[in-house]
């Protein structure tokens, strides 16, 4: 530590360049280490939990084996099998399809539903509630109410179409319908959750540029192209990145509901990196498609982060 | 002070002692009244729990206690019942009782829809159960893996010949493979048609719906209304529906698997035509809309008497039994073909795990659940079917519909093919079974597609 003589004039007191330099750096390396010290559990997370098991994902789809038994070296060979697999192919087409329905879905009746919250003035509360609640529910729960909503024999909305004149219709054991009405449900359940988001979002908004837009005669319309959707934009950049990670993960409402059936109709990624890996025991396989998966997940991430970047 | 502790301690004891006591007489309370609580099933000659093997009309052949056996071995098994705790509970209570009484056994269950992977996980973790209940469909791909121990030496042990010898051969065959014995045969089951005898009675079809494929078609039809489905059987893989589908191709003399199993099996025009009919069934309006309805779903709509003839398993045997339904109903066996006329069943087997270091004391546990007296109580509560030839004679002397799967069903099983790729192969034909169900193909296009997925999983 240096120590100033309280004697000392101004010009006295003036560092030296090699001092100030010595003492910038030693501030550098203590600030450094201090975000360090801080940092660190995260890093070592980081590392012991995702980085190796990624390192080790990448190995174990040069090999076969290694759960049950040893594992032995196959070149690329899972590799191979990956893309030259039909059902491989059909899996990342319904998660794709599925991520194309749900996504849009899911912030277009959000967007909607928080601009009405925000502009109940007052008591918005338990409708906010109620909207969050399904968020709430574990696929197995929301694949049970939902029974209750589309079985053709005693669910709600075939008792209508009955009622109508109309005829059941067969929601997850249509080829077409499937991987739509699984949408929907995921849709059902991410709603309140974004709306939550985009409603905080809005919260945050100056209000003052609004007043202005108004005084110069803008619309609700262009109000909201003009004013909103821009300033929403750090918003759209995590609720884009972070929807298509977890929709890309597609997993347990098609586990709970359709169990990738009928005729693999809704058998997405995940469910068939699980059965490769728990049901057939094919490490090699469901750990190329897994890392496959990764890869992706961060390539979209990467051109996701590209394309909402800030355009100053 | 002394004297003050030197009074409350023998107080303290003595109201541990009383407190001891009255845990006991509890204990043995709570013993009796589960034993009262069961439901009744018994087997001639089977214990209730904790008797001695004196009562034992038929010889238990572990009877002989083994003084050496100690420690604690692990039991997994899928659940055949809501009781299946309690079930097993009567069977380790005998085996303290007259086998072993310092080996605990440790029971526990897996999940039936996701039983592959818990197993594969117990597995994987080193440290498996020492004893598994496993069937047909899923062993011989542990077995290839190195998990299972081999039980050959043990079952061929001279002192349990005559053990051996009562439990059926076609049951060993499904046992020993790839050059090992991978467990001893227990429990069956049949995969048998639930008829509303009612209902084809007032139709006039009770005696000949089904002598051949085309008399169920036409039963179907003619008991199919607004209300009524006058067919239905599994169809998503989820469900396992492979066992509905299973008795037509072995009636046409096919399988999934050549006999060498090195490639498809479903070949010849007998199989193309059953899947035709298959296909025809599916697609004629008499069944619910494909895919609309699950397995329990199903049941409930031919208890509900909402299906006429109803593919599906001897279990539910047990629910239409104590809540029976307002109609007359039994069971009954797919129509003959072409080329026999076979049942569906698959088997179960209880294996030592290779990592288990309490062999000794997991065979045991097995000689003693395999014994006439246990495994015939627990199938009689679960309403299953037993490999074992000596008490058929014995078994569901209350239940009918039981009797008949046992005396009438079970000779003419033609289980499954125990290969390593059997579940991968039927998982992955499965898909074309249902797009053509939809009717999207002809019999000749299912089972040509159904081959092409098949010799793909063979082929690795």
New interface residues.
Partial sequence: MTHIDPGLTGAQMTLSSEEHRRLAKRYRRRTTLTAYAFLGPNLVAFVVFLLIPVVWLLVSTFRTGGVLGPAEFVGLDNWRDTFSDPLARTSIRNTVLYSAMAIPAVFIIAMILALALHAIPRGGAPIRVALYLPTLQPAVVAAFIFTFVLHPDFGVINYAVRWLGGDPINFLGDTTLALPTIAGIEVWRGTGFWTMMFLAGLTALPGELYHAAELDGAGAIRRFIRLTLPLLRPTFYFAVIFATIVNLQLFDSVFALTDGGPVNSTVSVSLYIYRSLFLFGDIGFGATLSFLLVITVLLLTGLQTYLLRDRK | MFSSNSNRQPSSGRLWRVIAVILACALVAAACGNDDDSDGASVPGAPEAGDSSDDISTPAPTAEPGPELSGTIGFIKGPHSAMEVEFNDQIIADFNAQVAPDVEVEFSTYDWP?H??EL??L??SGSPPDVQYLVDLIYP??AE???LHDMTDLVNDPDWAEERANISPFAWDLAEQQGGTWGVPVLGAVYNIFINETLLEEAGLLDSWDDSYESMLAAAEALTTDEVFGFGAR????DFAWWDWYPYIHNAGGDVLSDDWTECGLVGPDVVDAMQFLIDIHTAGVT??????DNQ?LFD?FAAGRIAILHHETPNIVALNENPPDFEWTVAAAPPGPQGHTVMGNFGILSIAEASDNKEAAWEFIKHWASAPQVGRFAEQVSLQVVRTDILDDLFADNPAMQRVQSEMVPRVQGLQPSPHI??AL??AW?VV??AF?GNRTGEEAIAGMCEAIDGVLAG
Avoid: H, K, N, W
């Fill in positions: 996701v592959v992977a594969t996980t597995f994987a791909a542990f893996q190195g998990v169809t998503s893989a989820a619910p809309a494909i895919g609309s309805v779903g709509l579940i991968e998982q992955a898909p249902e797009d939809r």
